[in-house]
């Protein structure tokens, strides 16, 4: 018979059970989060009408799109959460408590050229909090204590949660009469720590940007010092009686700076430290979806990866769907690939190998015993494993040692007889002699 | 600006979170309790080439595929989790440990005609033991044991997991020279269940079959009795001295009568109570699949669902990728159309409505101790709530009403200044008093 060669495509993620297992743990963890501070789950379809999914996108995203035909009618694969969180919000209105915070973690589908890293499916872990015509600025300041819930849980290492608003670059932008090639400036900006200061310039400088003015624009996003004293320059530029040399006299981004000071002054109530955020005037995200707050998040030593967690507040969920005025703030973390630099550098620290603690090896024909001492351990809640096939001693041994499973219990002809097992610890290798009981056997061993 | 109407496609679920969260939880049990017999997880992709997920598949399954082009690259979404595994265990051969026991929880797409109850995304949760050549017939017993655990745990009402070998009717129709036709006296007693014994006769006298062996066929799948009994009847049905009138002297049918035995003794002594399963000797599970054990779970009070967990023992997994011998065992619950099912027939019992467990509720414009309060509880693992907008009190109770959430905590001035709180049981009105302090308020409430 011809035998197809199994393969998975490029750019598609498929793991091996110990890396799958890891992978598991770190998305709960991070669905676990979601759910301590109240999100409601969501989980919408992966297919959706074209006409629906793409009211909105054009240019880039629409190309990546996975898009076909099945009979008549014209479907794709969603390519992010928010787009399906629109409609869902849209079609379900009458039906939601506003605000409403949800969470989604699913698969997204984008058709990118593959490379090192970059995934065509990919999980993202979303969460959105959408008001109704309002949404309170409270809750621009609760969403970076989730980033910091989760983050110090999963302990890739010392991270910080760089904030800002747009409000303040976009009156900046007013104040400088840019507004006319403000979106250019921001795509600039926003690859400012990419680039580099004089790259920027130089851009700058090719959009016919005066050298007064990109001075300004520099030396704005490169303010230095702690917090407050980033939020005192910020203020000096309004205060008319202050002493600073560059003011604004813009009523747009005097509401970003008051914006930012709130949702500072709640980050601190809520109890993240001061070593974990902070005010990054060059942070944009993306071009114009975002409308105020914006977050990025980067782990300290390994600021190579990118942002690992970012978001922020927007006006309209679902403009292209009703008329209804949505305003809403999120996050998103790209979980795939994010899983996958963490492992290429090396900052997953195994937590657990195995899904079962304890394998069961029968040692004698009749498996009675064995069998149901599985059973019992298993009706514990501890999560057993026994091996039921006719091996020698030593396969049977080496595959309790593959699988990683940190207890194994050997059960033979003298351990029926004595009702006796010996639990061995299969990372330190000590064993303790217990009671052939599930009970006993859990009160004795540490999980 | 003009608005396209947000609608999801009719065959995919998406639930209001109500639902979604009781969805969630049956899942997330059925999980569990497969890792606690010990399984590994999976996810692989939900698209794959069409050329590894179609080798074996044509007819009926091929028309529902939903298949497409992207660029040069001709691909398809997977329509089970069999085929996946089988791709996944024949290219991840040399790293994996056999028995190789996985689990795997995701969405799989069928095109079908739409009808109630029917989906074209659905869930399928599968677990399969994959030996290397050989896998010990105890495997067949386990499974059933887990159908067990998961449908006590849910408490939808009394089950019965029916089984049956299929050995044994290979060999009657062996034995009745029918081989010829077995597929399709397969195919009959396959839905004796649903169109009556008096249509299946006829159906069999359509196809030619002699009167006295539609006879013997009928009367051995409705052997009655009990396990034992039934075994019984079995029995004497090899046994050259027994006083049966019908004997069957054909291996194959030995062969399987002494695999039903010892699947049901082990069974037994997994600790499954005989009114939890039965002998079915009409239970077919599909056409060429399933080679040995097969396995239906049927609602005693609500047969009309049809199964709501299957499947069995196969010899082959992967014939199409590799040369390798892999048999394996493995049962599927179609998750979506199941939950479906359920909600229709009023069997779903909530449990829990909500996410989270308290929700807190400033009255005052300073919301500093509110948001202290909520970053402590959930800090010591309470899923809880804040309201940050600025609303009127009877909106703000009407939202806390709204999300189902079973404890509310009001704040204001009165409760700041004496440091106490109400906490408030929403079901039954009732309120007690405490100290406005995380640890206390969980040391005080019930969860």
Chains 1, 2 share one sequence.
Do not use: W
Not at 4 to 22: A, H, K, Y
Not at 416 to 438: C, D, P, R, S, Y
């Amino acid at each position: 018979m011809n035998k197809t060669e199994p393969r998975t495509l490029s750019g598609f993620m498929e793991l091996l059970p110990e890396d799958q297992i890891l992978f598991n743990q770190i998305k709960n963890t991070i669905e676990e989060i979601y759910k301590l501070y109240g999100f409601l789950p969501l989980d919408t379809p992966i297919i959706e009408l074209s006409e629906v999914l793409l009211a909105k996108a054009g240019g880039e995203t629409e190309k990546q799109i996975y898009r076909f035909q099945k009979g008549d009618t014209d479907l794709s694969l969603r390519f992010d959460l928010t787009v399906p969180l629109a409609k869902y919000v849209a079609k379900n209105y009458g039906n939601l408590s506003f605000p409403f915070r949800r969470y989604q973690i699913g698969k997204v589908y984008r058709g990118e050229r593959t490379q090192k890293g970059r995934y065509r499916e990919f999980y993202q872990c979303d969460i959105d909090i959408i008001g109704d015509e309002k949404l309170d600025l409270l809750n621009d300041a609760e969403l970076p204590s989730i980033i910091y819930s989760i983050f110090s849980k999963l302990d890739f290492g010392e991270f910080t949660i760089c904030i800002n608003n747009r409000k303040i670059l976009t009156g900046l932008f007013e104040e400088l009469e840019l507004e006319q090639k403000s979106q250019e400036v921001l795509r600039i900006i926003d690859k400012i720590a990419k680039i580099g200061k004089d790259t920027a310039i130089k851009e700058l400088e090719k959009i016919q940007i005066g050298k007064e003015k990109i001075n300004k624009i520099i030396e704005f996003v490169e303010i230095q010092g702690t917090t407050d004293q980033k939020l005192q320059k910020l203020q000096e530029m309004i205060d008319i009686e202050s002493q600073s040399y560059f003011k604004v006299d813009n009523e747009i981004f005097k509401t970003g700076v008051e914006e930012l000071k709130q949702v500072i002054e709640n980050i601190r109530i809520l109890g993240i430290p001061d070593k974990n955020f902070k005010i990054d005037l060059s942070i944009v995200r993306g071009l114009d979806y975002y409308t105020g707050t914006v977050y990025e998040t980067f782990l300290n030593e390994h600021k190579e990866l990118g942002s690992i967690c970012s978001g922020g507040r927007y006006e309209n969920l679902a403009e292209n769907y009703t008329d209804k005025k949505l305003p809403g703030v999120g996050i998103s973390i790209g979980f795939t690939r994010l899983f996958y630099q963490l492992k290429e550098s090396n900052l997953l620290k195994i937590k657990e190998k195995s899904i079962s603690k304890i394998i069961i090896i029968p040692m004698v024909k009749d498996n009675t015993k064995a069998i149901k001492l599985a059973s019992d351990l298993r009706n514990l809640g501890v999560p057993t494993q026994i091996f039921l096939e006719d091996k020698k001693l030593k396969a049977k041994l080496k595959y309790a040692d593959k699988l990683n499973i940190p207890y194994m219990i050997l059960i033979g002809e003298d351990e029926i007889k004595n009702n006796f097992v010996k639990v061995k610890n299969m990372q330190t290798g000590e064993e303790i002699q217990v009671e052939l009981n599930a009970k006993t056997i859990c009160e004795n061993i540490k999980f």
